[in-house]
């Protein structure tokens, strides 16, 4: 990231590490609402959800 602010260094690392989190705590805040939903299934769609925001917030980026 050479050539950006340094506000928005520090935006996007903000935003990655709150991505993260969301991807481990969504099994968890999910488990009771779908109860005949595999754990497994759970983390799999939380990784998925993970890359589309990862992937959005590149483009994002890139668009600056």
């Not at 935003?15 to 595999?38: H, T």
Request: with cysteine; proline share 6%; hydrophobic share 45%.
């Amino acid at each position: 990231m050479s050539g950006v602010p340094d506000w928005l260094v520090k935006w996007t690392c903000l935003v990655c590490d709150y991505i993260l989190f969301e991807q481990m705590i969504f099994p968890v805040a999910f488990k009771d609402d779908y109860p005949g939903v595999p754990e497994d299934q759970l983390c799999f769609d939380a990784k998925n959800n993970r890359d589309v925001k990862l992937q959005n917030v590149a483009i994002t980026i890139d668009k600056v």
